[in-house]
Structure formats: structure tokens, C-alpha cells
């Protein structure tokens, strides 16, 4: 399944600089697509959601944008911090599946 | 805040056994999941449940596996006849309502088959 792809495996930032975390994707039948953290021996933590209606949402230090025509999105974390330091999974659902199709995930240092 | 709790965290097995694996998902949910990531690859679905059926499966999920709700509490994954392949993270999640709003993973348990 190569449906949702990030191409990054890794990201090292600066502490209090801007992570952009990358994510494209195949299907144009996605309607809904999220972003998890997941930290070591943790299972997946919901981080932030967007609709393929929208093209940006935005919760605190996250920000998730959406460029349909491209099949790309981004995550933006604002300021980094050192509690970022995770592995980012981007995911992606098609209206009335159940299922979650995951990309490989980008492994994020935040560096003090 | 609630939690999905899964056990046991590591569970090591030999090839060709039947290994059980369990999750609590939340209480209120009604929408429960599988999923695994082996060991530098994707998190990949195996099966959706609802009302006490499968919703939806992957390849993955071949008549080696099956689920159960055995007691209104408990959501199980059993893998009949382990490979080595087999070996990975196995995730359960749950969900209250719609497939997508408060997704929610447990911890995981890493299953070991040699």
C-alpha cells in the first residue's frame, strides 16, 4: 500500500524553530487526513485533523495544510520543542472506510 | 483521561503457536480496530469491528486471524498458527462513533515469534 507517502524519514530542528513535516498521497478518494505522534513503546496519539474540504487547520502550535490539486499536505509545528522529538505519522481515510492508510512516518529531533 | 489498554506489552511465542492478543478499548466506544507495524515499516490495518461483526478486513487479515468480543469488555486477536513474519507491533484502537473522530490507539504489544 503506497497510497500515503512521506518521504522524509527524518527531520532534525532546532529548538524554537518551525518543523514542516511532508505528506503526499495517491488516491483521490481520500476525503480526511490526520496527523499522529507516536513515541517509543506508545501506540499512535491523534495530533491534528483536516477535511479535503478545507485547505488549512490550525490547533495551537500545529498547523495542517492541505493542497488538493497537488495531493500533498504539510504539517507545521510553531515554535518547536524538545517534547516534539517523535515520530509523525501522516494518514489518510476514504468517506465510509474504517480503515487508516499510513505513510512511513518522519522521525523529528528537536535539538536543543 | 481514557485509555486503551492492551496485554501484554511483549509476548514471545514459537512458530506454529496460537497466541492470543488483548485490548480493553474504551467504554463507550463502538468502532474497534487492529492494527500492525513489523519493525521499520507502516502501521498497516488488519480489521475493523462493529456490532459484534467485522466492518472491514485487509489481505493481511487471512483465515489465520480472527477477532472477538467475547465479553462486552474485552476485543481479542487471535493468531492461529504464528510465522515469523508475524512479528511486529500489533495496535487495537477504538472509536466512539464515526470511524475517524477520537481515533484512539493503546499501547501495543510487541509480539515476538521464533
Known amino acids: 500500500d503506497q497510497q500515503v507517502k512521506q518521504n522524509s524519514p527524518s527531520l532534525s530542528v532546532q529548538e524554537g524553530r518551525i518543523s514542516i513535516l511532508n505528506c503526499d498521497y495517491t488516491?483521490?478518494?481520500?476525503?480526511?487526513f490526520l496527523w499522529y505522534k507516536k513515541y517509543p513503546a506508545e501506540g499512535p496519539t491523534f495530533l491534528i485533523s483536516?477535511?479535503?474540504?478545507?485547505d488549512k487547520n490550525e490547533d495551537g502550535r500545529f498547523t495542517v495544510f492541505l493542497n488538493k490539486s497537488a495531493k500533498h499536505l504539510s504539517l507545521h509545528i510553531v515554535p518547536s520543542q524538545p517534547g516534539d522529538s517523535a515520530v509523525y505519522f501522516c494518514?489518510?481515510?476514504?468517506?465510509?472506510?474504517?480503515?487508516?492508510?499510513f505513510g512511513a512516518g518522519t522521525t523529528v529531533t528537536v535539538r536543543a | 483521561e481514557p485509555e486503551v489498554t492492551q496485554t501484554p506489552s511483549h509476548q514471545v511465542t514459537q512458530m506454529g503457536q496460537e497466541v492470543i492478543l488483548r485490548c480493553v478499548p474504551i467504554?463507550?466506544?463502538?468502532?474497534f480496530y487492529w492494527y500492525r507495524q513489523i519493525l521499520g515499516q507502516k502501521v498497516e490495518f488488519l480489521v475493523s469491528?462493529?456490532?459484534?461483526?467485522?466492518?472491514?478486513k485487509s489481505e493481511i487479515f487471512d483465515d489465520q486471524f480472527s477477532v472477538e468480543r467475547p465479553d462486552g469488555s474485552n476485543f481479542t486477536l487471535k493468531i492461529r498458527s504464528t510465522k515469523l513474519e508475524d512479528s511486529a507491533m500489533y495496535f487495537c484502537?477504538?472509536?466512539?462513533?464515526?470511524?475517524?473522530?477520537?481515533?484512539?490507539f493503546g499501547s501495543g504489544t510487541r509480539l515476538t515469534v521464533v
Open positions: 484502537a477504538s472509536n466512539p462513533t464515526e470511524p475517524i473522530y477520537g481515533y484512539t
Open positions: 467504554s463507550n466506544h463502538l468502532y
Open positions: 483536516i477535511s479535503s474540504i478545507k
Open positions: 488516491n483521490s478518494m481520500f476525503d480526511y
Open positions: 494518514a489518510a481515510r476514504v468517506l465510509g472506510d474504517y480503515k487508516l492508510s
Open positions: 469491528f462493529y456490532n459484534n461483526e467485522i466492518s472491514e
